[in-house]
C-alpha cells in the first residue's frame, strides 16, 4: 500500500473525503486531528526548563549554520 499527503482547499475537503470513503482500505487521517502525546509535552518542557538562555540562538543565524552545511 502506498501513503500520500495532500493539500486541498478547505472548500474541496468535504468532497475529496466522501470520494476516498469509497475506496477499499482508504484511511483518512485529518492532522488538525492528531494530537501530541502527553509524554512529549512533558519532555519538552523539561528540556525548556532545563535550558539556559545563553545557549540559545536566533532562528536566522541557525538557519544559516544549517545551510552552510
Do not use: C, G
Not at 473525503?17 to 501530541?36: G, M, N, Q, T, W
Amino acid at each position: 500500500m502506498k501513503q500520500l499527503t495532500v493539500s486541498i482547499p478547505e472548500n474541496f475537503y468535504k468532497v475529496f473525503v466522501e470520494f476516498f470513503k469509497h475506496i477499499p482500505d482508504a484511511r483518512i487521517e485529518d492532522v488538525e486531528e492528531l494530537s501530541i502525546p502527553q509524554w512529549h509535552k512533558e519532555e519538552t518542557l523539561k528540556r525548556l526548563k532545563s535550558s539556559k538562555p545563553e545557549n540559545f540562538i536566533l532562528w536566522a543565524k541557525a538557519k544559516k549554520q544549517l545551510k552552510s552545511k
